[in-house]
């Protein structure tokens, strides 16, 4: 038997190994493992320093995790994780790296691509990041009228946007008092026109962060933030007042940026994996050089700790194989990301994209059907908030919802009544899911609060929860730049784990340029002057015909075939 053919073996077993397992433990429920297990959270938590990683309200046993261990063997995760930290070309569909464990290396041994070694680059451009965040801090960056830089506008989108605009939120107790960050992402005028509403263009800097410089929200923000200051300062203030963060200096010399406020980075480093480079500008600008430094310290630690620490006591590989488990084993569909902390409130989008984008693949590395489902949909919402809206249906409702509870022990405010009733709430949600309330519990409590019994059997199944619904938690002490990026690097390394496994390219994302391809094609089609759209399917050529319509006609209410309604 050959090496690939004896791996795929291997794999089918491990598979099917736990799907044996999972018909004999899936009648368990955690009430029962919790009381059967005093030891229960012990044998399935894991810390790394003071971030503890607690997994005991997931569906596993001890026999669980030793199964889920030996997929992850026989699926070579150790193979691919030396891969991934070797530079090689992991990304086999772009025939890139992706190294951005580079980006955050605080280690003298060499990172190296091809036989060279990058972090010259990336201490250099590093260095000129740090030096250019100083001189705006400092006030020393001056515009065209000689007056310091007091707002910052970031035009990205995808990668290039959700990283800084959520850890600038995150990180608001480091970010410079004086100085105003905004982020631009949606072509939709509405946000740009937020975004440079009561700027003034002569302390206004803007970034336009674009890994290509051709994305087209981000260039036609970056056309309109261009004329909003050309309107006041003129063409001569374009190379004081726009800054570019991209590998293509050609087109942003286009533009009218000047080389020296130019921030390159490489194609090794995925857009949604940027923050650590120079696509972190508007944060380190924000927050300042030291606490960027803390969080690139953060994500090196977590980055030894994967790659270095062994299987079982290996946060992201016990956070991935809990999800295969939920996944490809008790069918979960979905996975919910509930920061019990208002400064993270856009960490569930900025792991929407990471998860989603990574993982959420149809075929494998060499083109082939997948034969497991991959990534679930990820969403989110900041707690206590999501109790009164989605964790109904998490409690309740018929198909079971993972979650990750995700918060800080210490709050960065003073008032320390709000915080126990935070963290009161979120352990309260775990439970609730994992132990639940069974019926003649419900019915008992409702007598005990002086309800009729006609009333509780009534209202019993209404007031069940069934429990053994599956979630972790991550407890640290404070959330600061170290923190932020040790938690942000443990989803990556899980996400690439479980690209692993499930044997996709988690750094490519092929899915999102059908749609821009055909935007193309639909943007003439929308002028008042185009004839009526051809080779469109009857939807699109009826949308677009109404849209023209209601342009001619904005008041009044057109009827489906084009006639004015009765
Ligand atoms: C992320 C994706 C994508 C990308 C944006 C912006 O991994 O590649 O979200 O970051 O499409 O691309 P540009 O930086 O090239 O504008």
Redesign the pocket.
Known sequence: MDGPTRAATRLDRAWEALAQHRDRVSPLHLRDLFAGDPDRFQRFSLSHEDLLFDFSKQRVTTETMALLHELARAADVAGWTDRMFSGERVNGSEGRAAFHVALRSRSTAPMRIDGRDVMADVREVLDRVRAFADRVRAGEYVGATGKPIRGIVNI???????GPAMADQALAKWRHPGLQLRHVSNVDGADIGRALAGLDPETTLVIV???????QE?MTNAATARAWLVGKLGEAAVARHFVAV?TAREAVAAFGIRPENTFGFWDWV?????LWSAIGLPLMIGIGPEAFDRLLDGAHAVDRHFRDGPLDTNIPVAMALVGIWNTNFLGARSHAILPYDHRLRRFPAYLQ?LEM?SNGKGVDRDGRPVRHATAPVVFGEPGTNGQHALMQLFHQGPDPVPADFIAAVEPDHELSGHHEILLANMLAQTQALAIGQDEAEARDAMIKAGADRATAERLAPHRTFPGNRPSSSFLFKQLDPYTLGRLIALYEHKVFVQGTIWGVNSFD?WG?ELGKTLAKKVLPELSLDALPAEGQDASTAGLIAHIKRTRVSPSAWIGPSGSPAP
């Not at 995925?270 to 940027?274: A, I, K, L, N, T």
């Open positions: 990205g989108i995808g990668g290039s946007d959700r962060a674009s890994k290509t410089f051709t994305t981000t991209s995925g857009g949604r994996y940027s994209q984008e994302q999102v």
